[in-house]
């Protein structure tokens, strides 16, 4: 029985991975970030990548779902020849003009005029699998009448919805946002809703 519980608990764990770097990948243009659920992209020659990494595999499933009905009409049907060569749990896709994966907690869609798969290769062969806890969201602390971002090492791009920036200095506001966003190196974004205290 402890055996058993000891492999299900290894398998689950195998099934998420680091994430993918949001620099440093060849050919990827700049890392374009847009939402905690949509993850982020990247231009590629002729096309362009889009990453998601999600804090558990049912995360990953439920963007792979959003893509196929988004991209509907360019049919993406389930393609085993991919998932073979990409070594995923699921692929879809014609492999030239558009390619759907997921490896556990990270899907991906590349989407190109041509050779989509060399592009969904270059991000599978980057997907990390070392220690790092998922990132602590950012935090917003008051000084001297500013609200000031504060985020963790290892924060690659800082967002915010709402409030006054200050013309003093970078991530200071003169009227706090009410939502921060962060992502790190590995493309893993993380959320707060600010509640200041009365």
């Known amino acids: ?6 492999l299900t608990g290894l398998a689950m764990a195998s099934e998420i991975h680091t994430g993918v770097p949001v620099t440093g990948i060849d050919g990827l243009g700049p890392p374009r970030f847009q939402t905690v659920d949509t993850g982020w992209m990247a231009d590629v020659p002729s096309g362009f990548v889009r990453v998601f990494v999600g804090p558990t595999p ?22 085993v020849e991919l998932q073979q060569a990409l070594d995923v749990d699921e692929a ?19 989407r190109n005029s041509v050779d989509a798969g060399r592009w969904a290769q270059a991000i599978r062969t980057s997907i990390i699998d070392i ?24 924060t690659h791009h800082i967002a915010f919805v709402g409030g006054v920036p200050s013309p003093k200095a970078h991530l200071h506001f003169s009227s706090p946002p009410y939502r921060l966003i962060s992502w790190d190196g590995w493309g893993r974004a993380t959320w707060a809703e600010v509640t200041l205290q009365k």
């Open 1 to 6: 029985m402890l055996l058993s519980l000891l």
């Open 58 to 79: 049912e995360d990953a499933i439920r963007w792979m779902d959003e893509q196929r009905e988004r991209l509907a009409e360019f049919k993406p049907q389930a393609n």
């Open 92 to 110: 879809a896709g014609d492999g030239q003009q558009l390619v759907l994966f997921r490896s556990g907690n990270i899907a991906v869609c590349s």
């Open 131 to 154: 220690n790092s806890p998922w990132p602590a969201p950012p935090e917003l602390i008051e000084r001297r009448s500013e609200w000031i971002i504060q985020a963790s090492e290892g």
